[in-house]
């Protein structure tokens, strides 16, 4: 599968193999588990952020690993993100700074 990752004018697609989607359960259940403990988003504290937000958080480690060249991280984030939320195929990044303004489409 693929998602699409928007940075203002650059587009950028990330190739995520079936098999991320099928093996990476555990540690996307382990992540699913410390999100449940609340998380800082931004300026704002989620104490028990929905899925959309947790992918909003999640798409925020992917900006975060392109930006550091990380590919490997990169692309497990966006599994999780197709593995969560099957519908969402482009993420518009918010790139001042507000994770909360990052768009899924």
Same mark, same amino acid.
């Given at each position: ?10 587009? *950028?697609?990330?190739? !995520?193999? @079936?098999?991320? %989607? ?12 410390? $999100? ?17 937000? *947790?992918?909003?958080? !999640?798409? @925020?480690?992917? %900006? ?12 497990? $984030? ?28």
């Amino acid at each position: 599968m693929q998602l699409r990752i928007q940075i203002n004018d650059t587009t *950028r697609d990330i190739d !995520v193999p @079936d098999f991320m %989607l099928a093996e990476g359960e555990d540690f996307f259940a382990q992540m699913d588990q410390d $999100m449940n403990k609340g998380y800082q988003m931004s300026r704002k504290w989620v104490d028990k952020p929905d899925q959309e937000q *947790r992918c909003q958080i !999640v798409a @925020d480690k992917i %900006l975060t690993a392109l930006s550091n060249g990380n590919q490997k991280s990169g692309t497990l $984030m966006a599994a999780y993100i197709l593995k969560r939320m099957p519908q969402v195929r482009e993420i518009h990044m918010n790139t001042e700074g507000d994770m909360l303004g990052h768009e899924l489409v």
